[in-house]
Every structure is written in structure tokens, then in C-alpha cells.
């Protein structure tokens, strides 16, 4: 049995409360200003399925899978669609997209609640050309390219009427219209990846062996993906109604900094390459939304100064937080003035309390430096052995006033 909406809705429960308080407390680390105490997220995805009823896959429909909330048994009682039939229908998307909802609505806490258009990597690409291949138990991909010449030729003008975009534009109005009596609940940006990682989408491999032997069809390349991401995110901020310099991205509430760069594929440049073949398109992309924040997976230390030392970027999320001694990486963060969204891993065998202890004194004397997402190493997929969120909070809170 399938849930409809309304069941779905009659399980979500707002803390208007609780989230204009974690809303105030991640506001004050984008202004630069001393929170009552640092923001710390928690919640609960069921994303480990049960076999015959929901599919071998793993639910990814939230950029990032929180932890530590409260398990949401009524998830159990319904079947559910798998990710290559939520991409062909919107309404079977939101259902799906709507559990992660209902169980971070429950978990005390700074977390946010908003979720995207699920239509994977690729959604940017597809205005190019390239086709998006949504296999059924897994996220979509980029599959057949366009010639590298038809690269260039985008209707820049006609942004919305091209490749995925009428159906991300389709889900958000069904999506607004449906939580129209919870206001709390937000759609956010769907992912629009970022210049480096559109471009080697579009190319491959190939992408580098452009930067060496043509660099001018590379920078105009990198210069038409810029444009494209800066003129479809205003068009589909619109679409969200939220402003330019601020909105939500999951958990994540974003003010004076409006927008995402993911930079997966830099940690494959020089220091040198980087400043000059990628650095410029991240900044020219986050600059029309008042700044914003970079995410990258992998270890990207030997960019990290960049990141540190370019204006538009606010904040930093590091998809692989365990490469990482934040002992030494969050006073860099603070001399510089940014934050971390994300922060240090939870090791094996390290006790919950020893673990936000130790995380709490990395922030002395570095209070603006976390928005907090505890995780478990090496756990990307399952929920570990966590204590109660409230006692987690408290515990939290304890230890950041030590």
C-alpha cells in the first residue's frame, strides 16, 4: 500500500518554535556573530529499506543524511517508489521526499526542513544537451554528451524550457501548492553542481586535455556554464520565492549567501591549475547571490587556502569530513572568517558524549566557525548507535558552555 499526501501531511508536525530558533542560531554564523550557542543538526532518514516492499536502494533524496533523530516507524507500514519512477513523477517524488520531512520534524534540534527536486547531477547538463539516464534503483546520470562544438550554443534566453527544467519547475509548484498550510517546510534548489563539475560532465576526461591544449575553448566553455548557472538560478529562486543572497538547502538555513558550488572534480587540479582554471568560475558563479558556500568531497587541503581567501565563499561543507584534523582546521576557519557546515567525524568506538565534547573544544574561542552535522565515520548509509536527540542537545549544549 501506498501513502497518499494527506497521510503524509497528517504525519508532519511543526515546531514553528524550535526552527525559528535553529533558523536565528545558523543566521547569526553567516553574519559573523556569536550564536547562543552553536547550531548543532539532527534527524532521521529510514534509509535502509526493507527488501520487497521499498527496493534494494537507498533513499538519497536530501543532499545530506542526517543523524541522531528519532526512528519514524510509520515509514515501515507503506511501500515505496523507487528512484526511477520518482524521477518520471513528481507526485510520487514528493511522497518520497516528504518522510525525510516528517522525521526531522521531530527531532529537537537546529535543523531546517526543505527538500529538492530530485532530478540528480545532471539537471544543469541536461540544458546542454546531454541526456540524463534515471536507472531505478539509483540516482540519475549524465549518460550521452553533445559534440564538444554544440557545446557553446545555449539559448541562454530560454533556460526554462529546456532539458529538465520544465518538469524541476513542475515539481516545485506542486510541491509549494501541496505545503502551502506549513510554511516552515521549504523547497530548495535542485543540484545544480558547479562549473568545474558541469564542465567535466560535459567533456569527461576530456575537460583536462582542453585546459592544456585549448585553453581558450575551455575559458569560453567555463564562461557559458557560469552564465547559465548564475541566469537558471535566478529564474528557479524565483520560482522557490526565496531571495537571492539567502534561502535553504536541507538542513542548512543560508543568509547573506544564496548559493552552492559543488567543486568535486578540483581536487584533481594543481594549486596553480585551480587558481587558474576553476577558482574564478566558483567566485563568478556565487557573486550575484551575495556569496555563498563550496562543497567538495575527497581531500581538499591543497585548495583550501583558496577557499579560505576568496570573498564569496561564506562557508565550507567537506563531503569527507574524516580526511580532516579540525583541531587546526577550525582556527583557520575563524582567522579567516568563515564556518564549517558539517564538521568532525565521530571515530569508531568513541562514546556520543566523548564525541560532542571533543567537537565542542574545537570551538573555544571559535564559537562562529560550525554549523554542526554530526556523523559517524564511515557510516554513510546507516544511522549508528546514537543517544536520545533531546539528551544529544543537552549534552550539546552543556559542553559548549564548558
Not at 543538526?41 to 543523524?67: A, D, M, W, Y
Not at 514528493?94 to 526543505?114: C, F
Not at 563539475?197 to 569527461?204: E, I, K, M, P
Not at 564549517?340 to 568513541?350: A, K, N, S
Request: aromatic share 10%.
Amino acid at each position: 500500500m501506498y501513502p497518499d499526501l494527506s497521510q503524509l501531511l497528517d504525519l508532519l508536525h511543526i515546531d514553528a518554535e524550535r526552527l525559528e530558533a535553529g533558523r536565528r542560531r545558523q543566521a547569526a554564523i553567516w553574519r559573523r556573530q556569536r550564536p547562543d550557542r552553536p547550531p548543532i543538526l539532527l534527524g532521521r532518514i529510514e534509509s535502509l529499506q526493507v527488501t520487497k516492499r521499498v527496493g534494494p536502494q537507498h533513499l538519497r533524496n536530501c543532499e545530506h543524511q542526517l543523524r541522531g533523530g528519532p526512528p519514524v516507524p510509520e515509514y515501515h507500514q507503506f511501500d515505496h517508489y523507487p528512484m526511477g519512477e520518482q524521477f518520471h513523477d513528481p507526485r510520487k517524488m514528493l511522497i518520497e521526499s516528504l518522510w525525510d520531512m516528517i522525521g526531522w520534524s521531530r527531532t529537537p534540534g537546529d535543523a531546517q526542513l526543505s527538500f529538492r527536486p530530485n532530478f540528480g547531477v545532471g539537471t544543469l547538463a541536461s540544458i546542454f544537451g546531454c541526456k540524463v539516464h534515471a536507472p531505478e534503483n539509483d540516482m540519475p546520470w549524465v549518460e550521452e554528451k553533445p559534440p564538444r562544438e554544440r557545446l557553446l550554443d545555449v539559448d541562454l534566453d530560454a533556460l526554462d524550457r529546456i532539458g529538465l527544467i520544465p518538469r524541476v519547475i513542475e515539481f516545485i509548484h506542486l510541491a509549494r501548492e501541496t505545503l502551502k498550510d506549513f510554511p516552515q517546510v521549504h523547497v530548495f534548489m535542485p543540484d545544480l553542481q558547479g562549473p568545474m563539475n558541469t564542465a567535466f560532465l560535459l567533456r569527461g576526461q576530456d575537460i583536462f586535455f582542453d585546459m592544456a591544449d585549448d585553453p581558450d575553448y575551455y575559458h569560453r566553455l567555463m564562461e557559458v556554464v557560469s552564465e547559465v548557472y548564475i541566469r537558471l538560478s535566478r529564474r528557479l529562486k524565483a520560482e522557490l520565492g526565496e531571495p537571492l543572497d539567502g534561502g535553504w538547502h536541507g538542513a542548512l538555513y543560508m543568509e547573506g549567501g544564496g548559493a552552492r558550488v559543488v567543486d568535486d572534480v578540483s581536487i584533481m587540479l594543481s594549486p596553480a591549475q585551480y587558481e587558474e582554471f576553476s577558482l574564478p568560475y566558483v567566485r563568478k558563479c556565487l557573486a550575484p547571490f551575495g556569496g555563498g558556500w563550496v562543497h567538495s568531497c575527497g581531500d581538499i587541503s591543497h585548495q583550501m587556502q583558496f577557499y579560505l581567501d576568496a570573498p564569496e565563499i561564506r562557508g565550507v561543507n567537506l563531503g569527507e569530513p574524516h580526511y580532516y584534523d579540525f583541531a587546526t582546521l577550525l582556527p583557520r576557519f575563524a582567522a579567516a572568517d568563515k564556518f564549517c557546515y558539517g564538521g568532525p567525524v565521530r571515530e569508531p568506538d568513541e562514546a556520543v558524549p566523548a564525541y560532542l565534547q571533543r567537537v565542542a573544544g574545537y570551538l573555544k574561542g571559535a564559537e562562529m566557525t560550525l554549523i554542526f552535522m554530526p556523523k559517524c565515520r564511515g557510516m554513510e548509509m546507516t544511522e549508528g548507535d546514537w543517544l536520545p536527540p533531546e539528551e544529544m542537545v543537552q549534552l550539546w549544549e552543556r559542553y559548549c558552555r564548558q
